[in-house]
Antibody, heavy 121, light 106 residues
Protein backbone atom coordinates (compact mmCIF):
# COMPACT_ATOMS: atom_id res chain seq x y z
CA UNK A 1 0.00 0.00 0.00
CA UNK A 2 1.45 3.30 -1.09
CA UNK A 3 2.27 5.77 1.68
CA UNK A 4 3.40 9.38 1.35
CA UNK A 5 5.40 11.41 3.87
CA UNK A 6 6.08 15.13 3.69
CA UNK A 7 9.26 16.59 5.12
CA UNK A 8 10.88 19.99 5.35
CA UNK A 9 11.26 23.07 7.55
CA UNK A 10 8.28 23.99 9.68
CA UNK A 11 9.25 27.66 9.81
CA UNK A 12 10.16 29.88 6.88
CA UNK A 13 10.92 33.60 6.94
CA UNK A 14 8.93 36.05 4.81
CA UNK A 15 10.33 36.58 1.29
CA UNK A 16 12.28 33.31 1.46
CA UNK A 17 11.61 30.02 -0.33
CA UNK A 18 9.52 27.20 1.11
CA UNK A 19 10.92 23.78 0.20
CA UNK A 20 9.19 20.47 0.92
CA UNK A 21 9.81 16.89 -0.14
CA UNK A 22 7.35 14.01 -0.36
CA UNK A 23 8.79 10.52 -0.03
CA UNK A 24 6.77 7.70 -1.56
CA UNK A 25 7.00 4.26 0.01
CA UNK A 26 5.30 0.98 -0.84
CA UNK A 27 5.23 1.84 -4.52
CA UNK A 28 7.04 3.67 -7.29
CA UNK A 29 6.67 7.28 -8.37
CA UNK A 30 6.96 6.05 -11.94
CA UNK A 31 3.92 6.31 -14.23
CA UNK A 32 1.80 8.38 -11.87
CA UNK A 33 0.89 12.01 -11.40
CA UNK A 34 1.84 13.53 -8.03
CA UNK A 35 0.42 16.62 -6.46
CA UNK A 36 0.73 19.21 -3.71
CA UNK A 37 -2.29 20.65 -1.92
CA UNK A 38 -2.37 23.05 1.01
CA UNK A 39 -4.80 24.05 3.74
CA UNK A 40 -4.43 27.27 5.76
CA UNK A 41 -5.31 26.79 9.43
CA UNK A 42 -9.07 26.54 9.83
CA UNK A 43 -9.70 26.96 6.11
CA UNK A 44 -10.33 24.87 3.01
CA UNK A 45 -8.15 23.00 0.56
CA UNK A 46 -6.19 24.67 -2.25
CA UNK A 47 -4.56 22.74 -5.09
CA UNK A 48 -1.00 23.87 -5.80
CA UNK A 49 0.01 21.75 -8.77
CA UNK A 50 1.00 18.34 -10.10
CA UNK A 51 3.85 16.62 -11.87
CA UNK A 52 4.11 13.48 -13.97
CA UNK A 53 7.15 11.26 -13.70
CA UNK A 54 8.24 12.49 -17.13
CA UNK A 55 8.63 15.90 -15.54
CA UNK A 56 5.63 17.59 -17.12
CA UNK A 57 3.87 19.92 -14.70
CA UNK A 58 0.69 21.91 -14.25
CA UNK A 59 0.24 24.61 -11.62
CA UNK A 60 -2.58 26.57 -10.04
CA UNK A 61 -2.70 29.81 -12.06
CA UNK A 62 -2.87 31.83 -8.85
CA UNK A 63 0.48 30.40 -7.68
CA UNK A 64 2.16 29.61 -10.98
CA UNK A 65 4.70 32.43 -10.87
CA UNK A 66 6.08 31.21 -7.52
CA UNK A 67 5.80 27.41 -7.70
CA UNK A 68 8.11 24.70 -8.94
CA UNK A 69 7.37 20.99 -8.54
CA UNK A 70 10.05 18.46 -9.41
CA UNK A 71 10.45 14.68 -9.22
CA UNK A 72 13.45 12.49 -8.41
CA UNK A 73 12.68 8.95 -9.54
CA UNK A 74 16.00 7.64 -8.16
CA UNK A 75 14.93 8.65 -4.65
CA UNK A 76 11.21 7.95 -5.17
CA UNK A 77 10.47 11.52 -4.14
CA UNK A 78 8.91 14.65 -5.49
CA UNK A 79 9.36 18.19 -4.21
CA UNK A 80 7.74 21.60 -3.91
CA UNK A 81 9.38 24.99 -3.98
CA UNK A 82 7.37 28.14 -3.32
CA UNK A 83 9.25 31.41 -3.57
CA UNK A 84 8.73 34.83 -1.99
CA UNK A 85 6.49 33.49 0.77
CA UNK A 86 4.30 35.65 2.98
CA UNK A 87 2.14 34.95 6.01
CA UNK A 88 -0.65 34.01 3.60
CA UNK A 89 1.36 30.92 2.65
CA UNK A 90 1.13 29.56 6.20
CA UNK A 91 -0.68 26.25 5.85
CA UNK A 92 -0.60 22.51 6.22
CA UNK A 93 0.96 21.20 3.03
CA UNK A 94 -0.14 17.81 1.76
CA UNK A 95 1.33 15.65 -0.95
CA UNK A 96 -0.95 13.23 -2.75
CA UNK A 97 -1.04 10.80 -5.64
CA UNK A 98 -3.35 11.63 -8.50
CA UNK A 99 -5.42 8.59 -9.44
CA UNK A 100 -7.27 8.46 -12.72
CA UNK A 101 -9.82 6.50 -14.68
CA UNK A 102 -9.74 7.58 -18.30
CA UNK A 103 -8.76 11.06 -19.39
CA UNK A 104 -11.21 13.12 -17.38
CA UNK A 105 -11.77 11.33 -14.09
CA UNK A 106 -9.00 12.11 -11.61
CA UNK A 107 -8.90 12.21 -7.83
CA UNK A 108 -6.32 12.50 -5.05
CA UNK A 109 -5.55 9.24 -3.27
CA UNK A 110 -3.72 8.61 -1.04
CA UNK A 111 -2.65 11.74 0.84
CA UNK A 112 0.33 12.25 3.10
CA UNK A 113 -0.23 13.17 6.72
CA UNK A 114 0.54 16.81 6.00
CA UNK A 115 3.14 19.17 7.41
CA UNK A 116 2.50 22.60 8.90
CA UNK A 117 4.64 25.36 7.47
CA UNK A 118 4.53 28.69 9.24
CA UNK A 119 5.80 31.84 7.57
CA UNK A 120 7.09 34.20 10.21
CA UNK A 121 10.17 36.22 11.05
CA UNK B 1 -11.84 31.13 -12.47
CA UNK B 2 -14.09 28.17 -11.80
CA UNK B 3 -15.79 27.99 -8.41
CA UNK B 4 -17.51 25.25 -6.44
CA UNK B 5 -19.97 26.30 -3.75
CA UNK B 6 -20.90 24.20 -0.72
CA UNK B 7 -23.07 25.03 2.29
CA UNK B 8 -20.81 25.80 5.28
CA UNK B 9 -22.68 23.39 7.53
CA UNK B 10 -25.20 20.57 7.50
CA UNK B 11 -26.76 18.90 10.53
CA UNK B 12 -28.31 15.45 10.68
CA UNK B 13 -29.66 13.14 13.35
CA UNK B 14 -28.06 9.72 13.78
CA UNK B 15 -29.61 7.17 11.47
CA UNK B 16 -31.04 9.81 9.13
CA UNK B 17 -29.90 10.75 5.64
CA UNK B 18 -27.49 13.63 5.12
CA UNK B 19 -27.17 15.40 1.79
CA UNK B 20 -24.33 17.78 0.99
CA UNK B 21 -24.48 19.77 -2.22
CA UNK B 22 -21.75 21.22 -4.41
CA UNK B 23 -22.68 23.76 -7.08
CA UNK B 24 -20.71 24.92 -10.08
CA UNK B 25 -21.36 26.05 -13.63
CA UNK B 26 -22.14 22.98 -15.76
CA UNK B 27 -20.67 20.78 -13.02
CA UNK B 28 -22.65 17.85 -14.38
CA UNK B 29 -20.43 17.89 -17.48
CA UNK B 30 -17.39 17.26 -15.32
CA UNK B 31 -16.54 14.47 -12.89
CA UNK B 32 -16.93 15.29 -9.21
CA UNK B 33 -15.35 13.63 -6.21
CA UNK B 34 -15.74 14.03 -2.49
CA UNK B 35 -13.27 13.96 0.39
CA UNK B 36 -13.90 13.42 4.10
CA UNK B 37 -11.59 15.15 6.56
CA UNK B 38 -11.79 14.49 10.28
CA UNK B 39 -10.09 16.85 12.77
CA UNK B 40 -6.32 16.57 12.67
CA UNK B 41 -6.39 14.07 9.80
CA UNK B 42 -5.68 14.13 6.10
CA UNK B 43 -8.55 14.10 3.62
CA UNK B 44 -9.76 10.73 2.39
CA UNK B 45 -11.65 10.22 -0.87
CA UNK B 46 -15.12 8.78 -0.26
CA UNK B 47 -16.60 9.23 -3.76
CA UNK B 48 -14.83 9.58 -7.10
CA UNK B 49 -16.08 9.84 -10.69
CA UNK B 50 -19.43 11.20 -9.45
CA UNK B 51 -20.69 8.04 -7.79
CA UNK B 52 -17.98 5.45 -7.30
CA UNK B 53 -16.88 4.32 -3.84
CA UNK B 54 -13.26 3.34 -3.20
CA UNK B 55 -12.73 0.04 -1.48
CA UNK B 56 -13.19 0.36 2.26
CA UNK B 57 -15.73 3.17 2.05
CA UNK B 58 -19.09 2.10 3.53
CA UNK B 59 -22.06 1.62 1.22
CA UNK B 60 -23.96 4.36 3.04
CA UNK B 61 -21.88 6.89 1.06
CA UNK B 62 -23.22 7.65 -2.41
CA UNK B 63 -22.90 10.42 -4.95
CA UNK B 64 -24.68 11.96 -7.91
CA UNK B 65 -23.91 14.76 -10.35
CA UNK B 66 -26.27 16.44 -12.79
CA UNK B 67 -26.84 19.90 -14.17
CA UNK B 68 -25.00 22.36 -11.94
CA UNK B 69 -25.04 20.29 -8.74
CA UNK B 70 -23.20 17.32 -7.32
CA UNK B 71 -24.57 15.72 -4.19
CA UNK B 72 -22.99 13.53 -1.54
CA UNK B 73 -25.54 11.44 0.30
CA UNK B 74 -24.89 9.59 3.54
CA UNK B 75 -27.65 7.14 4.39
CA UNK B 76 -28.07 5.99 7.97
CA UNK B 77 -25.57 8.58 9.16
CA UNK B 78 -23.41 7.53 12.05
CA UNK B 79 -21.59 9.58 14.66
CA UNK B 80 -18.29 8.59 13.03
CA UNK B 81 -19.37 10.41 9.85
CA UNK B 82 -19.09 13.79 11.57
CA UNK B 83 -16.38 15.56 9.59
CA UNK B 84 -15.65 18.21 6.99
CA UNK B 85 -16.52 17.23 3.43
CA UNK B 86 -14.99 18.77 0.31
CA UNK B 87 -16.12 18.39 -3.27
CA UNK B 88 -13.57 18.65 -6.05
CA UNK B 89 -13.64 18.82 -9.83
CA UNK B 90 -11.33 19.73 -12.70
CA UNK B 91 -11.59 22.78 -14.90
CA UNK B 92 -9.10 23.43 -17.69
CA UNK B 93 -6.60 21.01 -16.15
CA UNK B 94 -6.78 22.75 -12.76
CA UNK B 95 -8.16 21.07 -9.66
CA UNK B 96 -10.82 23.08 -7.87
CA UNK B 97 -12.10 22.38 -4.37
CA UNK B 98 -15.34 23.52 -2.82
CA UNK B 99 -15.10 25.53 0.38
CA UNK B 100 -16.07 22.56 2.51
CA UNK B 101 -19.11 21.56 4.55
CA UNK B 102 -19.01 20.71 8.22
CA UNK B 103 -21.33 17.78 8.87
CA UNK B 104 -22.63 17.65 12.42
CA UNK B 105 -24.36 14.52 13.67
CA UNK B 106 -26.63 15.66 16.48
Amino acid sequence: QVQLQESGPGLVKPSETLSLTCTVSGGSVTSYYWSWIRQPPGKGLEWIGYIYTSGSTNYNPSLKSRVTISVDTSKNQFSLKLTSVTAADTAVYYCARLESSGSYSRWFDPWGQGTLVTVSS
Amino acid sequence: SYELTQPPSVSVSPGQTASITCSGDKLGSKYACWYQQKPGQSPVVVIYQDNKRPSGIPERFSGSNSGNTATLTISGTQAMDEADYYCQAWDSSSAVFGGGTKLTVL
